[in-house]
């Protein structure tokens, strides 16, 4: 770019403009999301960049975003569109009278374009291991090379009691399943075959989160940095998308009746989680 090293300072982040990349530096404070200043500082190579925009944002300010290019980023692949807005980490929303200079970003950026569709490759680093997290059921670490889940008493199911604590090999995954917290049944689950399609709770390869457990700014990184190890052995290692099956879905709804019926889950409970659900389909 023609002005390198020039900062675009906003709420929460400053964008650092380079030669070949953008360096995103999120800020440390009380209304800074904790997903931001868990991921402290990120280079965006342009490469990784499929396109960028600029909008009108809430209340006075404007909100300059790249998109990152399919493929491109293990958090990203990992979030599988399951994130908030709020934490979205390629949005710099800045006061308004920034716009025209936001606006000479926007193009100088767009200038250094040329490459589009999905990446053949990570080109955003993943998380720096190692990570750790505790799930409702267990605690999970990764170092880089293993993945262990050492399980809770209080709430483990007696299928993970059975089975025992568990440690799994990079090389033996086929992939990584994160179910934002945020959400109903959310977890994280290892990939490997047809283990995979036991339900969670009983799944020894996955770890359940729960109110105040896993959460978003803990599991994601962690669910991204075993992707990018994952990926570097199996490069057709994959993410499943976060919209489900409908039969899967239908089982869900079902099950959920079920604990709404036992005077498990209050009325309200029931229809937020419901239309979560079906705003899977």
Not at 77 to 83: H, K, N, S
Not at 125 to 154: E, H, N, Q
Request: hydrophobic share 45%; charged share 25%; aromatic share 8%.
């Amino acid at each position: 770019m023609s002005r390198m090293g020039d900062v675009l300072a906003g709420f929460h982040a400053a964008w650092e403009f380079e030669s070949d990349s953008v360096l995103i530096r999120y800020e440390r404070g009380i209304r800074t999301p904790k997903l931001f200043q868990a991921l402290g500082e990120r280079r965006i190579p342009f490469e990784a960049i499929e396109a960028v925009t600029l909008a009108p944002g809430k209340r006075g300010t404007v909100v300059l975003r790249v998109e990152p290019r399919a493929g491109a980023d293990p958090l990203m692949e990992a979030a599988a569109d399951q994130l908030k807005e709020s934490c979205d980490p390629y949005r710099l929303v800045l006061p308004a009278e920034r716009e025209t200079l936001a606006e000479y970003y926007a193009d100088e950026l767009r200038a250094q374009l040329k490459r589009e569709g999905p990446a053949e490759r990570f080109l955003v680093a993943a998380p720096a291991v190692p990570l750790r997290f505790k799930a409702y059921d267990g605690k999970a670490t990764f170092d880089g090379k293993t993945v262990s889940f050492r399980w809770f008493w209080t709430g483990a199911s007696s299928a993970k009691w059975k089975a025992g604590d568990q440690s799994f090999a990079v090389a033996e995954l086929n992939g990584v399943e994160w179910r934002s917290p945020e959400v109903f049944e959310g977890h994280l689950r290892l990939l490997r075959g047809a283990e995979s399609l036991l339900p969670v709770d009983q799944d020894p390869a996955a770890v359940v989160f729960g109110l105040g457990y896993g959460p978003v700014h803990e599991s994601l990184p962690f669910a991204a940095a075993v992707l990018a190890a994952v990926r570097s052995v199996r490069p057709s290692a994959v993410v499943p998308a976060a919209r489900r099956d409908p039969a899967d879905v239908a089982e869900r709804i079902r099950h959920l009746a079920e604990l709404h019926q036992a005077g498990l889950v209050t009325d309200e409970e029931f229809s937020v989680k419901k239309a979560e659900l079906l705003a899977e389909l």
